[in-house]
């Protein structure tokens, strides 16, 4: 039931901080800031040579992130498909590779056919599945399972956000297992996921703003959707969910693709959101920020206090998020972005939780 929603997709976003809460607790012990997962692996993470990441929609988005972290923290090298390309490319998987699949069903066709495939091939299938009673689930040799709870909204939110809490704690365990942390670091890391819940519920307190932000919006005809690093798949992610609910025309781009192409879209009607906490990468996103302007394109920022001191361009709105450690800025980051994207179907009026055209689940290819 929607408890007193409008619709489940609110209903949702308004969960993440309790259901990421709960993926939390299944990953990470608090006590010791360590990350323990909560099934032995078959394998050593010393020996994984190559690791594969593959599912569709916003799971790939997922897997997007979850590849930064795999790279960054266990100096993994991660190839990253969507499932519908995977399962006809031929990858060539070798014996004791790591495929991992991410699906909230756990009943994609794609995804499925993906995970087939790599264990015809010898790979070792690691599935981060919500259902665990699914077909992913079950054919797969290890199931790290998202804590969300049933996902009804057709548009995947809860799904997401813990998705990329299992990746960034399986992230931080191949760190450890490979030596590529210290204690000190894990220790660190830990503390920062430990804060996300309540990242998200500080995030969740934005919504009266973004509401108003949305009846701007909703007057667009496209949005373009520029993040560097980490927010460069939350870039797509937002894009993906202002599509499929608000029929609105959105893309994703990298920041830094910007003056490769799509920069000739911007003018003064094409509303441009960037996803910009302030990190290493941040004055390169104002620069590209600097060229949109420049166009007269209006900026939709969300940054956090100090990115939004630095950044001194004339945007038309800054959404400013919590402080917090960069590594996991997404997580927190998706709040606004699917706030976002709900808030604008729903001026737009469409049918939010069950957009046109769209399944919940896709069973067949
Ligand atoms: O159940 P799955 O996670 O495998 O579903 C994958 C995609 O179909 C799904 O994420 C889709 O892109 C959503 N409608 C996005 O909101």
């Known amino acids: 039931d929607k408890a007193n929603y409008r619709h489940f997709m609110a209903k949702e976003i308004h969960e993440q901080p309790e259901v990421v809460g709960h993926t939390l607790a299944r990953y990470v012990d608090m006590a010791t800031e360590r990350v323990t997962l909560p099934v032995k692996l078959p394998f050593d993470f010393k020996d994984i040579q190559r690791v594969s990441i593959t599912a569709c929609g916003t799971a790939s988005y997922a897997g997007f992130i979850g590849r930064y972290w795999l790279e960054r923290f266990a100096r993994l090298p991660v190839e990253l498909d969507v499932a519908s390309e995977f399962r006809y ?15 909230q069903s ?14 015809a091939q010898g790979a070792h299938t690691l599935s981060v599945v919500n259902v665990p009673t699914s077909t992913i689930a079950r054919e797969s040799e290890i199931v790290l399972q998202t804590v969300a709870g049933p996902e009804i909204g057709v548009a995947s939110t809860k799904a997401f956000t813990c998705q990329l809490m299992v990746l960034a704690s399986l992230a931080v365990a191949a760190g450890r297992a490979r030596g590529e942390l210290s204690d000190a670091d894990e220790a660190k890391l830990v ?26 919006l909703s007057k667009s005809r496209d949005v373009l959707y520029l993040g560097r690093g980490t927010s460069y ?19 994703g781009y990298a920041a830094g693709e910007l003056k490769h192409g799509p920069i000739a879209l911007i003018d003064e009607h094409m509303p441009v959101v960037v996803i910009a906490p302030y990190d290493k990468v941040f004055e390169k996103t104002v620069s590209n920020m600097q060229e949109v302007a420049a166009r007269g394109g209006k900026i939709i920022l969300m940054t956090d206090a100090k990115g939004a001191a630095e ?7 800054t959404i400013v998020m919590p402080d917090m450690g960069a590594a996991f800025a997404p997580i927190v980051y998706a709040v606004p972005v699917q706030l976002l994207a709900y ?22 290819e």
């Open 89 to 103: 490319r031929e990858a060539p998987l070798r014996k004791g590779d790591l495929a991992i699949f991410i699906s």
């Open 106 to 119: 756990g009943e994609t066709a794609d995804t499925l056919a993906a995970l087939r495939y790599a264990k």
């Open 191 to 216: 503390h920062g996921l430990v804060e996300i819940p309540r990242l998200m519920s500080e995030a969740l307190t934005i919504e009266p703003q973004i509401e108003k932000l949305a009846r701007e």
């Open 233 to 251: 798949p939350l870039a797509l992610e937002g894009a993906l969910k202002l599509k499929e609910i608000s029929y609105i025309h959105a893309e």
């Open 311 to 317: 950044a001194t361009i004339q945007s038309l709105v």
């Open 343 to 364: 808030h604008t179907a729903v001026v737009m009026g469409t049918d939010v939780d069950q957009p046109r055209n769209l399944a919940k689940s896709v069973t067949v």
